[in-house]
């Protein structure tokens, strides 16, 4: 399916997040309750889930989401992964009956960890650094496989649809989670890729997006610099690479970060009376002026650790948060918050460019 | 033989009775177009002296007199042009090489008028610059791969990486390089002025820096060509950055002339050559033969500047530009400003400036996609130039890769130049390309200044519009990201070296 659509996907959405800082954990159906309020913002070609905490047995492996259009897909998908990989567990991804749910693709999950002999083989490179460059293999090269999330302890669950109906279609009312993030999607095309759907995934990070990038081509350009390849035709997917490439390799700080993606402007930094920081701010501009993200965004991006909200430069899309306790909030609209969380707290309107933190307590 | 008549290339046309006799049109022109005959107090034209200026045009209180391009010729003919005649008798008559002014006329494709910017609709909103920010800084100079941060005790963020020298643009166009000698001081005064004003920089030349001319040091990118001219430590201490000239896309490959006209006693001094000498620029550097001695000499100046300056070189756009560049960027230049063939000159052989280079807008669309193969293109900045008239261009060869742009032709043409190409004649009625005094008076710098002032901020205006339109509120944003151009009509060899899609295809 992926291989014949030539076109970068657009679409309009709704996000939702909440995560418990103190980790503790609880069941996918409150993000389900939370996204189906918005149901008026998605038009059922596109619903995804991402789940932290969720395998705890397996938490040192890395989880592998597959989707595979045919058993072909699938065994040259698994025949490279076993090249690198030891498997630990190989399994279906539960799922219940649901004949709505059209153009199903097999899903598939693996709990691997990486040979020593290919860890040798590329001394270099960090763990983090192999596996990478192993799902950008397999999105690339494989046809009809996709990784759709590749973490520690998590995983992704997507699929075309309404989001409340992915999430009952893979029975993550079962799951326990410390942080879930949710999307429902709005494509102006009506192409019926799975990949497509968010979360998208690497590593441990994932991310919902609502809104377009029109720094798309120098994000992507500059991306290439680092040996990312974007091939799942989406712009979303370059903001997950800019975190990896900035929080994970250059190992900036969030905050940091957010001053990279979603820079203040030339006349703030200007205004700023501290020398120190107005020249922390203008250098992050000068080096990283091709990683700005312009265009109108809410995007919803975690790691594990952090979950943070965060609003392009202008804020031309929605975000809204409440924090109740140790829990953090995060959606596009209210009344995904009022429908899951009891507290008659304010609802907090975040500004352009401020981030909105929450944070797992050691 | 008989002496064969070459047909004046433009007609002086008198209206007689709008014609006051009033003579201003006698005293202006440079080129002693118009004569005036007191027996009868009429004024009367030698067709052959006039170069099309249309200065009189311009000064004629009555509107009497009308330059018409004389369309009264041989037989027409695809192959064997007026032009063409015009120059083989020329050269039969002197056995010269035909010299010419400005940029090549040739009606090469111009891939600007092929290349469409998209819009915003929807999905997109587009963003209002009249009510939102939009941001045209740009910096020039080379840049880290990361930034290194420390944290102090009280845990606070420190900044370890020590950049290297930026210039610091506020609008990503510059003016190019014209030296002191091709054109007059009040020409520099007016780009420098302008450029202070503007916090752009604007470009001596290989015409060293007049006297007057230092207190714009801050906004001045001072040039080193082969000819050395006006070269000494205080010149490199007063400028902002240093640009070594390898070439220049009206005439790559060769050197330089200033006819010794024009050199004056201040530009005699500027260049720090004997008054009244031609002033030649060899076509290599003689201490350049191979790209490692371009790079010594980067790290000469270098040295010689405390590493407090950039130092950028420019090249001409020839078929071989992107290894050139790739090695320049590796030779260590801070930036490489490519200069296409359409780019002007004040002197060159027609024959070089018809036929030698390709377009700015192949060069700087291969470069830059040859320098992020290589990942190298942080580590220098792209400067684009060579026949830039619209803000239209402008935000295209961003688009393509460029960081910034040179303009040079559009700042003259903005203080009065009519393309008449006789710029090495000396005799330039607006005062731009000449030293001739009675002449230079004609450009009020004050005027000019605010005439470059003009066309700059009304290109940013124009550039906040398309910027904002595409739903892009930073030109960081824009500068090499090519979904937002589409190809009409080009082949699709052509779409792949420029390295966008054609029109109609969607992202």
């Known amino acids: 399916m992926r291989h014949s659509e030539q076109e970068k996907l657009i679409s309009g959405c709704s996000v939702a997040g909440i995560m418990n800082e103190s980790g503790r954990k609880i069941s996918g159906e409150a993000i389900i309750r939370s996204i189906a309020v918005m149901r008026e913002r998605s038009n059922g070609l596109g619903g995804g889930f991402s789940a932290y905490g969720i395998y705890p047995k397996f938490k040192n492996y890395f989880a592998f989401h597959m989707m595979y259009d045919d058993k072909k897909a699938m065994a040259d998908a698994e025949g490279y992964l076993k090249t690198n990989y030891r498997v630990v567990k190989s399994e279906e991804i539960p799922t219940i009956e649901d004949k709505s749910i059209k153009n199903r693709p097999l899903l598939w999950r693996y709990f691997v960890e990486l040979k020593d002999k290919v860890k040798n083989l590329y001394y270099d490179l960090t763990e983090e650094d192999i596996v990478v460059n192993d799902v950008m293999k397999i999105n690339a090269e494989i046809e009809g496989a996709f990784v759709t999330s590749s973490g520690k302890n998590m995983g992704i669950f997507k699929g075309i649809g309404y989001p409340e109906d992915i999430g009952r279609y893979y029975k993550l009312e079962e799951y326990r989670a410390y942080i879930w993030i949710a999307h429902g999607r709005f494509p102006t095309n009506s192409v019926g890729w799975w990949g497509g759907a968010h979360p998208f995934g690497l590593l441990n990070w994932s991310v919902v997006h609502n809104g377009e990038i029109s720094s798309y081509g120098i994000n992507k350009r500059y991306l290439e610099n680092f ?23 250059h190992k900036l700080p969030f905050d940091i970060v957010c001053k990279i993606i979603d820079a203040p402007l030339w006349e703030e930094i200007d205004r700023n009376g501290d020398d120190e920081e107005r020249e922390l701010l203008k250098t992050l501009r000068i080096i990283y002026s091709s990683a700005l993200i312009n265009g109108p965004f809410s995007i919803i991006i975690s790691d594990g650790n952090i979950m943070m909200g965060l609003n392009d430069r202008v804020k031309l899309r929605p975000l809204v948060s409440l924090k109740d306790g140790d829990t953090v ?34 | ?196 004003e503007l916090g752009i920089f604007y470009n001596t030349g290989e015409g060293g820096l007049h006297k007057s001319l230092y207190k714009y040091g801050k906004n001045t990118i001072i040039q080193i060509a082969s000819g050395r001219f006006g070269v000494h430590p205080e010149y490199l201490r007063t400028g902002a950055a240093i640009e070594i000239k390898i070439g220049q896309g009206a005439k790559p490959g060769i050197g330089g002339h200033l006819p010794g006209e024009k050199v004056s006693k201040e530009v005699s001094e500027a260049r720090m050559i004997p008054e009244g000498t031609d002033a030649i620029s060899p076509a290599p550097h003689h201490d350049i033969y191979s790209i490692e001695d371009l790079r010594q000499l980067i790290h000469a100046l270098k040295e010689a500047t405390d590493y407090e300056k950039p130092v950028g070189v420019k090249i001409a756009a020839v078929h071989n530009v992107v290894p050139i560049a790739s090695g320049v960027a590796r030779a260590g230049a801070d930036y490489i400003a490519i200069d296409g063939m359409r780019g002007g000159t004040g002197a060159a052989p027609k024959v070089i400036r018809d036929n030698v280079g390709i377009p700015i807008e192949f060069a700087i669309a291969a470069v830059d996609a040859r320098l992020r193969e290589e990942g190298i293109r942080t580590k220098v900045s792209l400067i684009a130039a060579g026949g830039f008239r619209s803000s239209g261009d402008v935000i295209k060869a961003i688009a393509l890769g460029a960081d910034a742009v040179y303009i040079a032709t559009s700042a003259l043409i903005a203080l009065g130049c009519s393309q008449c190409q006789k710029c090495y004649t000396g005799k ?7 030293q001739d005094p009675y002449l230079t008076k004609r450009l009020n710098p004050e005027i000019g200044v605010q005439r470059l002032k003009n066309l700059i901020r009304a290109w940013s205006l124009e550039i906040k519009d398309m910027l904002g339109g595409m739903g892009i509120n930073s030109i960081d944003s824009l500068c090499g990201n090519r979904t937002h151009l589409r190809g009409i009509g080009l082949s699709d060899r052509e779409l792949e070296i420029l390295g966008i899609k054609s029109a109609g295809e969607p992202q």
């Not at chain 2, 201003?24 to 170069?51: G, L, P, Q």
């Not at chain 2, 330039?428 to 000449?434: F, K, L, R, V, Y």
């Open chain 2, 1 to 196: 033989m008989a002496k064969r008549p070459t047909p004046t290339e433009f007609i002086v046309e008198r209206d007689k009775d709008r014609c006051i006799a009033c003579q201003v049109c006698v005293r202006m022109c440079s080129n002693d177009v118009h004569i005036y005959d007191a027996d009868t107090n009429t004024v009367t034209s030698d067709n052959s002296k006039c170069v099309g200026c249309h200065f009189c045009e311009t000064l004629c209180p009555t509107d009497a007199i009308t330059i018409k391009k004389n369309e009264s010729s041989f037989k027409p003919n695809a192959n064997w042009s007026v032009s063409v005649i015009s120059d083989i008798t020329k050269q039969a008559e002197t056995g010269g090489v035909i010299l010419t002014g400005m940029g090549c006329d040739k009606p090469y494709t111009i891939y600007w008028d092929h290349i469409l910017l998209n819009a915003s609709q929807v999905t997109n909103p587009s963003i209002d610059p009249l009510r939102e920010p939009m941001e045209l800084r740009r910096y020039i100079g080379r840049k880290p791969d990361k930034i290194e941060l420390d944290y102090n005790k009280k845990g606070k963020i420190e900044l370890k990486t020590m950049l290297e020298k930026q210039l610091k643009l506020e609008v990503p166009i510059m003016f190019s390089a014209m030296s002191y000698g091709s054109v007059s001081l009040n020409t520099c005064i007016s780009l420098a002025k302008a450029s202070h």
């Open chain 1, 329 to 362: 909030y995060m959606a596009t609209e209210e009344c995904a918050i009022r429908e899951v969380c009891k507290s008659k707290k304010e609802i907090y309107y975040s500004k352009s460019s401020e981030p909105i933190i929450g944070k797992l307590k050691n």
């Open chain 2, 428 to 434: 330039c009625n607006w005062g731009i390309a000449t």
């Open chain 1, 227 to 249: 040996g990312y390849r974007c091939s799942l035709f989406t712009d979303t997917e370059v903001i997950l690479y800019l975190f990896d490439l900035l929080v994970r390799k």
